[in-house]
């Protein structure tokens, strides 16, 4: 079992950074697909961004140049830098890991980010 916690989130202006972090515990080999997903009220949960433990990133069109994935994997942690923030950043997202060797997922609890225009 594997158990992730969230932190980081909170009310921001728009223009305005928040950084976001996931710390993974629990019984797991290693981790391989650490990643953030984001879900606004009303709206399907999309990807924002995902990186692989050697390093490689994707993002979505709509954060590109603005947010930042990076991870520690001896900290089993992932971090989402999210600058320049739109008030369409809204969500509440949540923290995903893939584990080695079984490729299961897990899921945070998720936590709000709210940006006011």
């Known amino acids: 079992q594997v158990q992730l916690v969230e932190s980081g989130g909170g009310l921001v202006q728009a223009g305005g950074s928040l950084r976001l972090s996931c710390a993974a515990s629990g019984t797991f080999f290693s981790i391989n697909v650490m990643g953030w997903y984001r879900q606004a009220p009303g709206k399907q949960r999309e990807l924002v961004a995902a990186?692989?433990?050697?390093?490689?990133?994707n993002y979505a069109d709509s954060v590109k140049g603005r947010f930042t994935i990076s991870r520690d994997n001896a900290k089993n942690t992932v971090y989402l830098q999210m600058n320049s923030l739109k008030p369409e950043d809204t969500a509440v997202y949540y923290c995903?890991?893939?584990?080695?060797?079984?490729?299961?997922?897990?899921w945070g609890q998720g936590t709000q980010v709210t940006v006011s225009s």
């Open positions: 990186i692989i433990r050697g390093g490689r990133t």
């Open positions: 995903n890991v893939e584990t080695l060797p079984s490729s299961r997922q897990y």
